[in-house]
């Protein structure tokens, strides 16, 4: 197996080799990368600069950032039954696609006005908000944007609108069957496009209907959760007390009406961390921290390792699925 990491200091490509991880730089040295998306022999890498695209697996790259009118880039997904439609997510709020494997993008102006009517922000940062993550499946979408709303789409990610159980106010707490306004990551069951989850600053939030209500299953700070694609009762989560502040990982089987322990081979609770970001990739998981450490297990059976170490600052993991 192969993994691309993209971490505080450019990107890299590790392998399992006789039993470990070994990993090389492949570009953009020195460079905050932001996020990684992989489809066939296309990589895309977001950065403060934009996307850079690499149309050989990484070997070469170039700043393509053509209708790219705001380039600091948070997340970066390609659609995985739609080949060459990928989304990028920036820093102010924006989202932009593009259909020819991030080679040109399209604005989506909506989400810019929705920015600016509803006041999104950023406790750490002056600009107005940003989006973090995608969920696709099929024509549906949806986009976490932190601190503003859960949107949505039924057209692959081209237009978008509030979630009609999302307020947009920024700094929201939310009325019974609204999700928090603080949302973090964005997670759809493969099997139904309406089975949707939100971790936010508020807690763990499901929604069975796409979006039109919600449900809170786990009060905390959150970032990450990772579905079972075979068992929508089944999955894994992140959960703090508060920023990157006591930071564990558990599990439910029975979708949230009771947990246990997941984190064989971490040393839980993380004094000043937390799960940041949660990767499936065939039978492998991986867990990124927000300091920058790298854990997998396989899915069967959870024995957490960290892996390469030596690379610092890892913000994000991707690979080829089979």
């Known amino acids: 197996m192969e993994i691309y ?33 992989v489809q066939g022999g296309f990589v895309l890498s977001g950065s403060r600069r934009g996307v850079y695209r690499s149309i050989d697996g990484g070997l070469h790259w170039k700043l393509s950032n053509r209708g790219l009118t705001l380039p600091h880039i948070r997340w970066l997904a390609f659609h995985p039954q739609k080949k060459g439609f990928a989304l990028a997510g920036t820093e102010p709020a924006g989202i932009f696609y593009s259909e020819d494997t991030g080679e040109t993008w399209h604005a989506c102006p909506e989400v810019e006005d929705m920015r600016l009517d509803y006041e999104w922000s950023l406790p750490y940062s002056p600009e107005a908000g940003c989006v973090r993550g995608f969920a696709l499946a099929g024509r549906r979408a949806y986009a976490a944007v932190e601190d503003g709303a859960v949107l949505v789409s039924d057209l692959y990610g081209k237009n978008w609108e509030l979630a009609s159980g999302s307020s947009g106010d920024a700094n929201h707490w939310p009325a019974q069957d609204q999700v928090h306004s603080d949302v973090h990551s964005i997670e759809v069951f493969p099997g139904n496009p309406m089975l949707v989850f939100a971790p936010t600053g508020g807690g763990l939030y499901r929604s069975r209907d796409g979006g039109l209500t919600w449900t809170l299953l786990y009060r905390c700070y959150c970032r990450a959760v990772l579905l079972d694609p075979q068992d ?64 997998t297990t396989e899915t069967g059976r959870i024995e957490w390792q960290q892996i390469v170490p030596g690379i610092p600052g890892i913000n994000a993991v991707t690979g080829m699925h089979t």
């Open 232 to 295: 929508p009762e089944h999955f894994l989560f992140g959960p703090a007390d508060g920023v990157d502040r006591g930071g564990k990982l558990i599990e439910t089987r029975d979708g949230g009406k009771t947990w246990s322990d997941a984190s064989t081979g971490m040393d839980t609770p993380w004094p000043t961390t937390m799960v940041e970001r949660f990767t499936q990739l065939n039978d492998r998981l991986f867990a990124v921290l927000s300091d920058g450490r790298l854990y």
């Open 5 to 37: 990491l993209a971490t505080r200091r450019g990107l890299f490509l590790a392998r399992q080799e006789n039993g470990n991880w070994v990993a090389r730089p492949l570009g953009q040295e020195g460079q905050l990368i932001t996020s990684i998306a």
